[in-house]
């Protein structure tokens, strides 16, 4: 073999064995790349693990009985819509070495008291009462609400400012009664009024979980008037006569406050359906747990109200605790 074919072949070996050399480190680099990528993975795997065991461990579940009377008809499972859409304020309650400031805002159903005192009551039960709302650990719960309230009647500057001034982690709504409470209740006025109030309530309090809840139902009143003569034909006596029926637009708006809640990714407690729907009033009436009014309910009426509410937060706690 000549000197010239011997350097060649010399070239070609030497080739090769820079080309195999270099297939070597990418294939070394490659792997150990990939190699750290699965330990990071792992890392953040058992890094969540044991975050979540520590959690189970220090958040117990709840305990969650059924308050709902046995005796009404078409009752619905007591949970929330999207309950997954609360996580967020229960990672303040679990992770964050503050209590939970939940505030509710409503109509005459929650001015009364009754109804979120016994909300309150079930959560502490469960969570513990904060001794003040920014150390420690447990539940603040308050309420803003006005008689006769409706959702746009809150969408004022003045409201907003009182609002924020709470520090609310979880708002929840209970509008609607006032919203429905005839046969005039339209759909498209009631969204255009929610997505006002809404879109200010955001802008006020950005980092606040909002959920919804439905109005229990109720019933139209009709009152009619005569006057009843003497025998010699003179008015002596007024005969003021009353009827009422099911109110058939509080399913109505129940169902728009879901689609609303559905739309904006908002966890909905739907009251109405979850005793009965159309049955509901009936249901509540067969209780005792209505006013003569029809429209109101007794305090029994309002604290059962709150523990089922309770008692819905805390099954969504659960599942938040499983996951």
């Not at 709840?62 to 078409?74: C, H, I, N, Q, V």
């Not at 959560?123 to 001794?131: I, M, Q, S, V």
């Not at 950005?206 to 109720?218: C, F, L, Q, R």
Request: net charge positive.
């Amino acid at each position: 073999m000549n000197n010239t074919k011997k350097e060649t072949l010399m070239k070609i070996i030497r080739n090769i064995r820079w080309a195999v050399i270099i297939i070597l480190a990418v294939g070394y680099a490659i792997g150990t790349a990939t190699a750290e990528t699965d330990k990071n993975s792992r890392d953040h795997s058992t890094g969540v693990h044991d975050a979540r065991t520590t959690l189970s461990a220090r958040w117990k579940k709840a305990e969650t009985g059924s308050s709902l009377p046995t005796s009404f008809r078409d009752k619905q499972p007591n949970t929330i819509n999207r309950a997954d859409a609360l996580y967020r304020a229960f990672d303040i309650l679990c992770l964050s070495g503050r209590p939970l400031r939940i505030l509710q805002l409503g109509d005459s159903h929650v001015a009364a008291g009754s109804y979120p005192a016994a909300v309150r009551k079930t959560l502490e039960e469960a969570w513990g009462k904060a001794e003040n709302d920014t150390t420690g650990q447990g539940v603040v719960y308050s309420f803003m609400a006005r008689n006769g309230a409706t959702a746009s009647q809150f969408a004022n500057r003045e409201r907003m400012e009182k609002i924020a001034a709470a520090r609310p982690d979880l708002i929840i709504l209970s509008f609607g009664t006032n919203e429905c409470h005839g046969m005039g209740y339209r759909e498209e006025l009631h969204r255009t009024q929610l997505e006002d109030f809404y879109d200010m309530l955001s802008e006020t309090c950005p980092n606040a979980v909002i959920m919804m809840t439905t109005p229990p139902g109720d019933y139209l009143t009709t009152r009619s008037t005569r006057f009843v003569r003497n025998r010699k034909g003179r008015r002596s006596r007024k005969v003021v006569h009353s009827s009422s029926r099911v109110n058939p637009m509080s399913a109505r708006c129940a169902g728009e406050l879901e689609s609303f809640g559905e739309e904006h990714g908002l966890a909905v407690w739907n009251l109405n359906g979850i005793a009965g729907g159309p049955v509901a009033v009936r249901n509540w009436t067969a209780a005792r747990m209505m006013r003569p009014d029809r429209i109101h309910f007794t305090p029994e009426g309002y604290q059962l109200h709150g523990r089922l509410l309770g008692e819905a937060i805390l099954g969504a706690y659960n599942d938040y605790l499983d996951n």
